[in-house]
């Protein structure tokens, strides 16, 4: 295995714990562990796609990791201590 295939195995095993920790209600989908995972499993990913020149999953993981953005923001406005 070359260092890039190293790099897409780590993200996507990042996102398969994250996914399989959800399913089996070790996690939730709101929570900020989960929404972390999926953060850097879909970034680690996609810069293994960049790395690969392969677009149809730079736009996949791209499009991940900023829904999980998304995700780490509004879990952050929603636990704001006010």
């Known amino acids: ?13 990042i996102l398969l714990v994250a996914y399989f920790l ?3 209600d070790k996690l939730q989908k709101d929570s900020i562990t989960y ?3 999926n953060l850097f499993g879909a970034a680690i ?4 796609s960049v790395l690969l020149k392969y677009l149809p999953f730079i736009i996949l993981e791209g499009c ?3 829904v999980s953005i998304i995700g780490l ?3 952050s406005k929603n636990n704001r201590i006010t």
């Open 73 to 75: 923001i509004n879990h």
């Open 64 to 66: 991940w990791t900023i």
């Open 45 to 48: 990913a996609c810069t293994a």
């Open 22 to 24: 959800n399913l089996t």
């Open 35 to 37: 929404l972390l995972l």
């Open 1 to 13: 295995m070359t260092q890039i295939d190293w790099i897409g195995f780590i993200g996507v095993t």
